[in-house]
């Protein structure tokens, strides 16, 4: 089982950059793909990036291309997602949640989830 501590979330304003965390323990990291998640108030939660075990290969959401970016540093197991440009929309709690193997676009194929952080956007 992986144990997933999320950080970073805050209240910011529109047009800055957020750098999110996600400190893994427990677990050989590199083996695990990783994958990162929002849930807006009164919406499902929705999945805006995912990466590989190595690192090697990444997927960002179409609505979040061009201001999301998620990588990992496995040598700290730990896995970021930078946020630039935010917007009012990006108001949300963040999860990261991880997967033995490779990655999936599918919340129901993650087994282990971090606590979550609030990020929340003003205008």
């Known amino acids: 089982q992986v144990q997933l501590v999320d950080s970073g979330g805050g209240l910011m304003q529109v047009g800055d950059s957020l750098r999110l965390s996600c400190a893994a323990s427990?677990?050989?990291?590199?083996?695990?793909?990783l994958g990162w998640f929002r849930q807006a108030p009164g919406k499902e939660r929705e999945i805006v990036a995912s990466?590989?075990?190595?690192?090697?290969?990444?997927l960002v959401a179409d609505s979040t291309k061009g201001r999301f970016t998620i990588s990992r540093d496995n040598a700290k197991n730990t896995a970021y997602l930078q946020i630039n440009t935010l917007k009012p929309e990006d108001t949300a709690v963040y999860y990261c949640?991880?997967?033995?193997?490779?990655?999936?676009?599918?919340?129901?194929?993650?087994?282990?989830w971090g606590q979550g952080t609030q990020v929340t956007v003003s205008s």
């Open positions: 949640a991880a997967r033995w193997g490779s990655s999936s676009w599918l919340s129901s194929d993650y087994a282990d």
């Open positions: 427990g677990v050989t990291f590199s083996k695990y793909a």
């Open positions: 990466i590989s075990g190595s690192g090697g290969s990444t």
